[in-house]
């Protein structure tokens, strides 16, 4: 299970929570975190929460993996849908817990099938509502 590049494991709660977030859309966003020496779930976000809450839910200084369900209106008016991936990076986060959730990203993103669109953030505003929104469109 681990890989052998960065030495990642990731928990099997991590790939069911993402699989009841895309196909029963219990989850509107998934917050994980790397402890130790495995990628676990942080915060799950209710389908009733928005973008705000979960912006709001990404600690300012330590990095993080994410995934929001975006919901959005085409302009031929059809309701769609995609999931987001977010590696949360910020400029304020220690070398080293930054290097760990780069080398381990891409590893871990193959573990989660079904991923649209992917964004990488080193603080809120590269991971703005209109840059999600403009991303998904």
Do not use: H
């Not at 590893?107 to 590269?126: M, Y």
């Amino acid at each position: 299970m681990a890989n052998a590049a960065s030495g990642m494991a990731v928990e099997d709660e991590c790939k069911l929570k993402f699989l009841e977030l895309k196909a029963k859309r219990n989850y509107r966003f998934i917050i994980f975190r790397i402890d130790g020496q495995q990628v676990v779930v942080e915060k799950l976000g209710s389908p009733e929460e928005n973008y705000d809450d979960f912006s709001n839910s990404l600690p300012p200084n330590e990095c993080r993996y994410a995934v929001y369900d975006f919901d959005f209106t085409t302009t031929e008016n059809c309701q769609k849908s995609k999931i987001f991936f977010i590696a949360w990076s910020p400029d304020s986060s220690r070398v080293r817990m930054k290097m760990v959730y780069a080398s381990s990203k891409d590893r871990f993103k193959r573990e989660l099938d079904g991923i649209q669109v992917e964004l990488q953030a080193t603080d809120p505003s590269e991971m703005s509502f209109d840059i999600i929104k403009s991303r998904a469109l």
